[in-house]
């Protein structure tokens, strides 16, 4: 079913419905719609529900490794099997992913993961500018931060071990940093805590101090241009003479998936292929009285989770957890998070935490899907952004554009292709 690529050069789409209005599904609707395509979009939530709501705010361009490397194959049982540790996975839970755990330890391969790298690289390094570009008509650019983030340490031998393997990454990927000594890490960051080893800084990196916002921002953009929003859930997409029809209603020329983590079984439906994909369920702990302790994101490399500065609070984020999208949270996980920031820093938390818990979806590669497929090239697909969803929203949104419009993109799009899958 898949289209040939050459043969949609040269077609463009006059209008589009995006199912999904996360940040990716924002940001492609904004993207296309000024470009003269009339966009639609739909979700059973609110626009910026979701994953984009609650995700740790930081444009994580640094992280060009996949989430499956030879590294982590020897921590990965003591990962797992630990309830409350950065990554957990729920017993009953394990004859259902068990399939995909095996796709992804096969990624783990040398030459697998370092294409993985290349790919997810070529898509950081436009990443900022692309969202500057998104941003720059729009009163949400004042929720832009560029002031880089830290990877803190409290060993060093952690520290030194960390920046051997920098070094090796800068030289195969072009990732900048520089290492902190401790007296200059309190002079940028006083409220952290002075027995700190160090820091290695990545001052290509930034962050965005509230998710929400700048969601509704992008949502707000989007409305004011004349698009429409369709809040109701997707219950049935069938092709028509005309493109597609949604819910046996809305009638539209072409179909973009950006359903996050609930994409697989349209993906399958509309195109036959069952893309490997995982619901890793992320929780947060927000502090509303501790948002003023830093100036920018700090991860703490043997605690594996992060602190980011926000207009509402100090969001503590980056646990794992697979168990699917249909169990109920466990909310211990987000209540953690606090004990874990505590050695970091000079003095306690303030008052409580607000708990949340939301589901990044990751393919196995740790890539994309951004493609325009089957139906003569009337179904695009974005979705599978992992840990990089926010960070690569505006460069996504840019590619799908061109697609759309019958352009040639660009980025080489064949690493994130549905028929890698295929």
Same mark, same amino acid.
């Given at each position: ?81 630990? =309830?409350?540790?950065? !990554?957990?996975?729920?017993?009953? &839970? ?44 729009? @009163? ?17 031998? +952690? ?27 309190? @002079? ?23 998710? +929400? ?5 992008? &949502?707000? /953009?989007?409305?004011? +241009? ?27 020329? +072409? ?7 609930? %994409?697989? =079984? ?6 036959? !292929? ?5 619901? @890793? ?70 008052? %409580? ?21 089957? /139906? ?39 690493? &994130? ?6």
């Amino acid at each position: 079913m898949r289209a040939s690529q050459q043969a949609l050069k040269g077609q463009r789409l006059s209008s589009i419905t995006i199912i999904g209005a996360g940040v990716v599904g924002l940001a492609t609707a904004l993207a296309m719609q000024r470009t003269g395509i009339q966009v639609s979009l739909w979700d059973k939530s609110l626009p910026g529900q979701g994953c984009s709501y609650g995700n740790a705010g930081h444009f994580a361009t640094e992280l060009v490794l996949p989430l499956a490397t030879p590294q982590l194959l020897p921590q990965l049982p003591k990962l797992v099997l630990n =309830p409350l540790g950065p !990554v957990a996975l729920r017993a009953a &839970y394990l004859p259902k992913i068990l399939p995909w755990f095996i796709r992804f330890l096969w990624q783990a391969r040398g030459t697998a993961s370092r294409a993985a790298a290349l790919s997810i690289k070529a898509l950081n390094d436009q990443a900022l500018e692309a969202w500057q570009q998104l941003l720059g008509q729009t @009163e949400a650019q004042r929720l832009l931060r560029l002031r880089g983030s830290l990877l803190v340490f409290e060993s060093q031998a +952690a520290l030194s071990a960390a920046a051997r393997q920098q070094e090796q990454i800068e030289r195969q990927y072009g990732v900048p940093w520089q290492q902190w000594l401790p007296e200059q890490l309190q @002079e940028q960051e006083p409220e952290l805590n002075d027995r700190l080893a160090g820091a290695i800084w990545f001052p290509d990196t930034g962050h965005t101090i509230e998710p +929400a916002l700048l969601n509704q921002s992008l &949502y707000q /953009a989007f409305i004011a +241009a004349g698009g429409t929003f369709v809040q109701q859930e997707l219950q049935h997409l069938q092709s028509s003479q005309q493109g597609w029809k949604v819910n046996g209603e809305h009638q539209c020329e +072409a179909l973009l998936l950006a359903c996050g983590a609930w %994409s697989a =079984p349209w993906v399958q439906q509309l195109t036959g !292929v069952r893309i490997p994909l995982e619901a @890793e369920r992320g929780y947060h702990l927000m502090m509303p009285e501790d948002g003023q302790l830093l100036s920018q994101p700090v991860t703490s490399a043997e605690r594996k989770f992060i602190m980011t500065p926000m207009q509402s609070g100090l969001r503590l984020a980056g646990t794992v957890e697979f168990a699917g999208l249909q169990r109920q949270p466990d909310m211990r996980r987000a209540q953690m998070l606090e004990g874990l920031a505590a050695p970091l820093l000079r003095r306690p938390l303030a008052g %409580s935490g607000r708990c949340w818990m939301g589901c990044r979806p990751t393919l196995v590669d740790s890539l994309p899907i951004l493609d325009r497929t089957a /139906a003569g090239g009337k179904l695009l697909l974005a979705l599978g952004h992992q840990h990089l969803g926010l960070t690569q929203a505006a460069i996504s949104a840019q590619l799908l554009t061109d697609l759309a419009l019958g352009q040639e993109p660009a980025l080489d799009l064949n690493p &994130y292709r549905l028929a890698r899958f295929g």
